[in-house]
């Protein structure tokens, strides 16, 4: 599904306001729901998570974050609903015998990087991770989840979107007010620049930390050369913004509602479309793995990375959490 168009508006208008009761009720749900206890994991257990429907880089930062825990000697695992795919879980994800509709696309992006479990039931994806010798687990969403307590939660805000009108579904992109995710979070990452103002509708003494999007190293190859971009994600301008940052000429663009499923039909058609552009078919990781085996030798992925603006901050909320990481018997 696209986000409708009054999300990202001012609020204003006859749309939200007609949705506003199911808003109402929708809020209250979430409300109920996360007064229910979790489970509390042995191991420490970070959430990267946000307010929003939809993308706002959190595969990203749990990437980075996984990285740096690593790094530090832990065994980090992955942990998340599998949004997309039909397996409900605990499943450990294997990329050799799991697609995209077994289990999602983010999934498989972790995976490729350390071991990941999809579960519906935070707690019991957790519980599993655990067995299979998780010392740390890292979240991708789940912050609107009361399943498994969290040590640390990271709010993540996309800065070109921010939050939207600051209403809630349906009337707008929230899932619930912006003062309850906040109320839960240690603190904020803003990636890019904070073009909506999110950070003014935030607590004021909650740390914000900055960060920006990076071409990974393949896009220096596109440099000066002509490409035809695609990609069905939250929010395509983050892509297409990396592109001409990395200096590739943009011929032409096509943009999908998240986590489109590309069928063989639509891969001809953008593989024609760029052929008679006479450019390069460039897409992201995420759409990579939705793309029909077949047709993935033809085009050109275009990764991204995490650029923090102060590293030291980020590493002191990870350090009282590496601490506590258990040692193995």
Same mark, same amino acid.
């Given at each position: ?19 506003? !009761? ?14 229910? !206890? ?5 191991? !420490? ?246 793309? !029909? ?37």
């Amino acid at each position: 599904m696209r986000a409708p168009d009054f999300w990202g508006g001012d609020g204003r208008g006859l749309l939200p306001l007609l949705l506003s !009761p199911i808003a109402a009720l929708y809020g209250c749900a979430t409300a109920r729901r996360m007064a229910r !206890p979790g489970w509390q994991a042995p191991v !420490p257990v970070i959430c990267c998570g946000n307010a929003t429907a939809g993308g706002a880089g959190k595969t990203t930062v749990a990437l980075d974050l996984g990285q740096r825990l690593a790094k530090r000697g832990v065994a980090v695992h992955f942990l998340l609903r599998g949004y997309g795919g039909r397996l409900k879980g605990p499943v450990r994800v294997d990329p050799a015998v799991h697609d995209s509709k077994a289990v999602g696309d983010e999934a498989l992006l972790l995976a490729a990087e350390r071991p990941t479990w999809i579960s519906a039931d935070r707690a019991a994806g957790a519980k599993a991770a655990v067995e299979g010798g998780a010392q740390a687990i890292v979240m991708d969403d789940g912050l609107q989840n009361p399943t498994l307590e969290k040590d640390l939660s990271l709010l993540v805000v996309d800065g070109s979107f921010g939050f939207g009108n600051n209403r809630i579904i349906p009337a707008g992109p929230l899932r619930e007010p912006v003062a309850a995710a906040a109320a839960r979070a240690r603190a904020a990452v803003i990636i890019g620049e904070d073009e909506a103002g999110a950070a003014a509708l935030l607590p004021p003494r909650m740390p914000v930390l900055r960060a920006r999007l990076r071409p990974g190293p393949e896009a220096e190859l596109l440099a000066g050369q002509p490409v035809y971009a695609f990609c069905g994600i939250a929010n395509p301008r983050k892509f297409f913004a990396t592109l001409q940052e990395a200096g590739a000429v943009l011929a032409g663009r096509m943009a999908f509602a998240d986590h489109y499923p590309y069928d063989e039909g639509d891969m001809r058609d953008l593989l024609a479309e760029a052929e008679g552009l006479r450019a390069m078919p460039v897409t992201t990781r995420k759409d990579f793995v939705r793309i !029909p085996p077949a047709f993935r030798s033809r085009v050109t992925v275009v990764t991204v990375r995490l650029e923090w603006a102060d590293t030291v901050a980020i590493e002191a909320l990870l350090d009282p959490l590496a601490q506590r990481v258990p040692m193995p018997a």
